[in-house]
């Protein structure tokens, strides 16, 4: 299903049904300020592997998250006053900044270093679904693993479903 919500003004009653569809346990492929992302919830384990299929990706190789804000961020993230600083200057924007995870953050999605990947885009269609949500997206760039990403709503739903 394929939605076109305005990128300046996100309607709310769009977003509510991606929010829904990613309550139930689906997935969703949605703009960012550098590319499409595939994104699920982060408490979605079957989502994640499904996006892990999806990408034909290395279950090794760990996804990034979408927050809405740095307060938001330091849920997941230990934030010092350092990184918070650097992240308040450059954020939202096309950056991930990779930090040791908090408990909150569910096993399957932390590295062996014990980091999780934090993104907050500059666009507002994704910060409207996960400030509706009420927690992050996983994330990931929509393309098949080692392919370009594909910058196509139509596209991305013809390639991966």
Avoid at 13 to 26: F, N, W
Avoid at 37 to 66: E, V
């Amino acid at each position: 299903m394929l939605l076109h919500i305005n990128q300046e003004n996100p309607q709310g009653r769009l977003i509510s049904r991606v929010v829904e569809k990613l309550k139930q346990g689906g997935l969703i492929a949605y703009p960012t300020d550098t590319t499409y992302g595939l994104g699920c919830n982060i408490f979605n384990r079957r989502g994640i592997k499904h996006i892990y299929q999806i990408k034909q990706r290395d279950a090794r190789k760990p996804f990034s998250f979408i927050c809405s804000d740095l307060s938001d961020a330091a849920n997941y993230a230990q934030i010092s006053n350092f990184a918070f600083k650097i992240m308040k200057r450059h954020l939202p924007g096309p950056y991930t900044f990779v930090l040791d995870a908090t408990r909150v953050v569910p096993d399957s999605l932390i590295t062996r270093q014990k980091t999780v990947g934090i993104r907050i885009p500059d666009d507002q269609i994704a910060l409207a679904i996960v400030r509706e949500l009420g927690h992050p997206l996983v994330t990931t760039s929509a393309n098949l693993t080692g392919e370009t990403p594909l910058h196509d709503p139509v596209e991305i739903e013809a390639t991966m479903g």
